[in-house]
């Protein structure tokens, strides 16, 4: 797989927004304590090596978004995850969500295209354990006939827009916020802050764990430090499903 970015025309911009008000389904929170849920992208495996034990550690664990096609290649985030770390996660309660399998931009892709290829990612997560029941857009790259068509086949649909999860918020386009960059372990102290003001959900979200993380990924230190801030501030920590259970 190789580097890729949203659609960063005016174009692109302005339809993801509109995304927002379309083919919406609420979900309903009866939240005690703001939640924070730490969730995966792609999955290379050094968060699977190296990430998934700070959590452990600390009591929690998280939401893991995964492309069967990526397993065991090479990549610009270091080698991908393979079906025996997935059924590590699987063996120490993590959640296992989906994310297509080959990592597909699923505005651009056509309904048959589309189908066929969360089909088959489903199958090879379910085969190993996961549930596979929720997902996150490749590249948070989402229309409306994305949403329309995942919608039916998934708890939630997560994107990669900014924002917290209030009650009645679209559970079709989950906000997230990057734990990503050298200012991502600041810019996500902030929105736990947020979270805790508002009692709402905050999702982060990540790619690989590393001590020398690609510019999508964060340290195993800033992974850690996140998880106790989240609990010292009196979060509760959550996979994604445990959440819209």
Same mark, same amino acid.
């Given at each position: 797989?190789?580097?890729?970015?949203?659609?960063?025309?005016?174009?692109?911009?302005?339809?993801?927004?509109?995304?927002?008000?379309?083919?919406?389904?609420?979900?309903?929170?009866? #939240? $005690?304590?703001?939640?924070?849920?730490?969730?995966?992208?792609?999955?290379?495996?050094?968060?699977?090596?190296?990430?998934?034990?700070?959590?452990?550690?600390?009591?929690?664990?998280?939401?893991?978004?995964?492309?069967?096609?990526?397993?065991?290649?090479?990549?610009?985030?270091?080698?991908?995850? +393979?079906? +025996?770390?997935?059924?590590?996660?699987?063996?120490?309660?993590?959640?296992?969500?989906?994310?297509?399998? $080959?990592?597909?931009?699923?505005?651009?892709?056509? $309904?048959?295209?589309?189908?066929?290829?969360?089909?088959?990612?489903?199958?090879?997560?379910?085969?190993?354990?996961?549930?596979?029941?929720?997902?996150?857009?490749?590249?948070?790259?989402?229309?409306?006939?994305?949403?329309?068509?995942?919608?039916?086949?998934?708890?939630?649909?997560?994107?990669?827009?900014?924002?917290?999860?209030?009650?009645?918020?679209?559970?079709?386009? #989950?906000?997230?916020?990057?734990?990503?960059?050298? $200012?991502?372990?600041?810019?996500?102290? *902030?929105?736990?802050?947020?979270?805790?003001?508002?009692?709402?959900?905050?999702?982060?979200?990540?790619? +690989?764990?590393?001590?020398?993380?690609?510019?999508?990924?964060?340290?195993?230190?800033?992974?850690?430090?996140?998880?106790?801030?989240?609990?010292?501030?009196?979060? +509760?920590?959550?996979?994604?499903?445990?959440?819209? *259970?």
């Amino acid at each position: 797989m190789q580097p890729y970015a949203a659609d960063p025309s005016l174009k692109g911009k302005l339809r993801r927004r509109y995304a927002r008000l379309t083919h919406r389904r609420p979900a309903r929170l009866m #939240l $005690d304590r703001p939640v924070v849920s730490f969730t995966f992208d792609d999955v290379p495996a050094s968060a699977v090596h190296e990430g998934a034990p700070v959590l452990e550690t600390e009591g929690v664990r998280g939401t893991w978004y995964l492309c069967a096609g990526l397993f065991g290649r090479d990549g610009h985030m270091g080698r991908f995850a +393979d079906a +025996d770390d997935v059924r590590r996660l699987v063996s120490t309660g993590h959640e296992i969500a989906c994310h297509t399998r $080959d990592h597909i931009d699923c505005h651009r892709a056509d $309904d048959e295209r589309l189908s066929a290829d969360v089909t088959a990612n489903a199958a090879t997560l379910r085969e190993l354990g996961g549930t596979a029941a929720h997902f996150a857009f490749p590249y948070g790259e989402v229309g409306p006939r994305a949403k329309q068509r995942l919608g039916p086949r998934y708890g939630s649909l997560r994107g990669v827009h900014a924002g917290l999860v209030h009650d009645g918020g679209d559970r079709n386009q #989950l906000p997230a916020v990057g734990i990503e960059g050298d $200012d991502g372990e600041t810019r996500a102290r *902030a929105w736990i802050d947020r979270a805790v003001a508002e009692k709402a959900w905050l999702i982060l979200f990540t790619h +690989d764990v590393r001590a020398t993380p690609s510019p999508w990924g964060c340290t195993p230190e800033a992974l850690r430090n996140l998880a106790r801030y989240a609990k010292a501030r009196g979060c +509760d920590i959550r996979t994604v499903g445990e959440v819209l *259970a």
